[in-house]
């Protein structure tokens, strides 16, 4: 079975510029996290989707981030504009359902400059 | 809120080591627990979960237990590998999933 793809594997953007991360879910995995992890922490949780309604997105930066999962399967998330802090890797993981058994992405690292 | 403290790294052990990487979690409900391990250069793998108290998880000979009397679920095993070097992670769920800040591992041969 395939696992939860991610693209792309490495990202290098100057500050003030804009990145789109890509996902592809596992198939019939009705739900999709988005989670941010820095250097030396826990990944954090951005956004959650269940199909393609939202269904908790209290942590995502709404001025900045942006996140959609058309059709339910694949999601990308967008950063606009970027900032330092904005350094880490961007973790995609999806889920048969809400409590079940997540399954993650190898991660986009982003690096700003 | 939710949250999970583990203890702090690295923890270097040498080979065939006892290993135990404490965790515990703060929770309105009855959350599941889980271990991941991420190696390096690699995403989140799950190692181990328990759905309910006095559940035992086990996978590649590590164990954890959940115990909801003292909110713990440390990560034990009785012989370590070198192969065993990575971070590891306590996570709960409840309506979402809050990990840890992780904790690195190295195995010393």
């Known amino acids: 079975e395939a696992g939860v793809a991610q693209s792309p594997r490495y990202k290098i953007i100057e500050k003030r510029q804009s990145v789109a991360f890509w996902c592809n879910p596992i198939s019939g995995h009705a739900t999709l996290y988005w989670y941010q992890q820095i250097l030396g922490q826990g990944p954090k949780l951005l956004i959650q989707?269940?199909?393609?309604?939202?269904?908790?997105d209290s942590q995502l930066p709404k001025d900045r981030f942006s996140a959609e999962r058309l059709k339910g399967v694949d999601s990308t998330l967008k950063i606009q504009p970027a900032k330092l802090e904005d350094s880490a890797v961007y973790l995609c993981?999806?889920?048969?359902?809400?409590?079940?058994?997540?399954?993650f992405g190898q991660g986009t690292r982003l690096t700003v400059v | 809120g939710n949250s999970v403290t583990q203890m702090e790294g690295p923890v270097t052990l040498s080979e065939e080591a006892f290993l135990t990487i404490n965790c515990t979690y703060t929770?309105?409900?009855?959350?599941?627990l889980f271990w991941y391990v991420q190696y390096p250069g690699e995403g989140l793998q799950l190692l181990l979960k328990a759905t309910k108290a006095d559940d035992k998880g086990s996978n590649k000979g590590f164990e954890a237990t959940y115990r909801k009397e003292t909110t713990s679920f440390h990560l034990e095993k009785g012989s370590v590998q070198v192969s065993d070097s990575a971070v590891y992670f306590c996570?709960?769920?409840?309506?979402?999933?809050?990990f840890g800040k992780g904790t690195r591992l190295h195995i010393l041969p």
């Open positions: 929770a309105t409900g009855y959350p599941s």
């Open positions: 993981a999806s889920s048969l359902g809400a409590n079940t058994e997540a399954f």
């Open positions: 989707f269940q199909n393609n309604g939202v269904v908790d």
């Open positions: 996570a709960l769920r409840d309506d979402k999933i809050i």
